[in-house]
């Protein structure tokens, strides 16, 4: 349709798109196509998701809320919809993203398909208004919804991997820190905490960056030691607190629901302290006298096992621990430990990796105080 075709003096000349008659049933059949296929991709990618709740979070809740949503979305897809379906013509069947094609973790996995449900939704919401107004407003709350699941999910996506990890690596400064990093994420490490008590803060912002983007991208958590500032500055998964740091609650105000906060604790009592106040891991020890953690006390494994019994959140022991030690630690009751200098100063920090997680899998004992599955 040229401009000159729909110009119209009571508009003052401004162009208004008025269809010929002929042209109105073709935009109607394009108006159902788009609604076809964005209802095809709404339904597509929430089941996505909701596999992910059923068979990776065991979440029979937030499974049901997506089969719920599936079902809000069949209900509209009428057959007058379904029947204006042209694949073989439509352009946009062979077009794929090369993201589309790499998933590096299920975040990314589950992100994108989030992505892709709301995208849907705010199309379905916009052409909807041409067919059926009552439609849009539905697909509009769906789609505040969809974002409340996401919220929900993605937090809890961080709790999961937290309880999946059995090795953590504390950080420690050096030349070689994001190599050493990397070579462990490459061995299967999952969780990492960037730890440098002396640093510039422009070199702690720089480093927490690089470090946050390299587990990212082999889909590990990061932390930051002690600075919830810097932890917000670089979107790390969370901080870990020792007792002279922050208290959690003030920690949990500023960081939020889904992000991560670790204690550190010595004895029974900070323990129970730190679960009473929120925390979503503890560190236990040191077990053993350390020269990272020069002056301060052994623990001893006798805090070892009344973790083991009485922690009901996922905790690490911490201090001193090496492959030839790791077995003692895991006789006590451990399943999950944290090192600074045995993967920071490994020669080999992707071999000492699978070592420590051969370990920790192979030897791992049910979780008796355990109470957040
Ligand atoms: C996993 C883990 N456990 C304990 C600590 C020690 O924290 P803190 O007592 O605050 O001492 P610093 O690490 O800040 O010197 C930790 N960092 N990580
Ligand atoms: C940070 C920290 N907190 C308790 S022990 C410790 C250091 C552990 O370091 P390493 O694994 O080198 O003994
Ligand atoms: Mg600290």
Redesign the pocket.
């Known amino acids: 349709m040229k401009e000159a075709d729909c110009y119209d003096e009571s508009t003052n000349g401004v162009v208004v798109m008025v269809e010929p008659y002929s042209q109105t049933e073709q935009i109607q059949q394009v108006v159902y196509r788009i609604l076809d296929a964005n209802l095809d991709r709404a339904r597509e990618g929430l089941r996505i998701i909701e596999e992910w709740c059923r068979f990776g979070l065991n979440n029979a809740q937030l499974a049901a809320q997506c089969k719920k949503e599936r079902q809000e979305i069949a209900h509209w897809h009428t057959a007058e919809l379904r029947a204006a379906r042209n694949t073989p013509g439509d352009p946009g069947t062979d077009l794929t993203h090369p993201q589309e094609e790499q998933r590096t973790s299920i975040k990314s996995l589950l992100q994108a398909n989030f992505c892709r449900v709301q995208e849907a939704l705010r199309v379905l919401e916009e052409y909807s208004k041409l067919y059926n107004p009552n439609m849009g407003k539905a697909c509009k709350q769906m789609r505040y919804r969809i974002y409340t699941l996401e919220s929900t999910l993605m937090g809890r996506h961080r709790q999961q991997l937290l309880l999946r990890s059995r090795l953590y690596l504390?950080t420690s400064p050096g030349d070689r820190l994001v190599e050493t990093v990397e070579a462990a994420l490459k061995g299967g490490l999952t969780l990492v905490q960037y730890r440098d008590k002396t640093a510039d803060d422009t070199v702690r912002l720089q480093q927490a960056k690089k470090l946050r983007q390299l587990c990212h991208d082999y889909g590990a958590i990061f932390l930051v030691n002690d600075r919830l500032d810097l932890a917000l500055a670089v979107d790390a998964d969370g901080v870990h607190l020792g007792q002279q740091d922050l208290p959690i609650a003030i920690a949990r105000e500023l960081l939020g629901p889904h992000r991560l906060i670790g204690r550190?604790t010595t004895k029974a009592a900070e323990m129970q302290a730190a679960i009473a106040e929120g925390a979503d891991y503890v560190?236990v020890?040191?077990v053993y006298e350390?020269p990272?953690?020069e002056g301060?006390a052994a623990t001893g494994l006798e805090y070892v096992r009344y973790a083991a019994k009485n922690c009901s959140i996922p905790w690490f022991a911490?201090?001193?621990?090496d492959p030839n030690n790791v077995n003692e630690v895991i006789d006590a009751g451990a399943n999950r430990v944290a090192?600074?200098?045995?993967l920071m100063q490994a020669e080999q920090p992707t071999l000492v990796t699978q070592f420590f997680l051969s370990q920790l899998i192979s030897r791992m004992k049910p979780e008796l105080g355990m109470s957040y599955v």
């Open positions: 504390v550190s560190g020890g040191p350390t990272t953690k301060k911490i201090g001193g621990i090192v600074v200098r045995s």
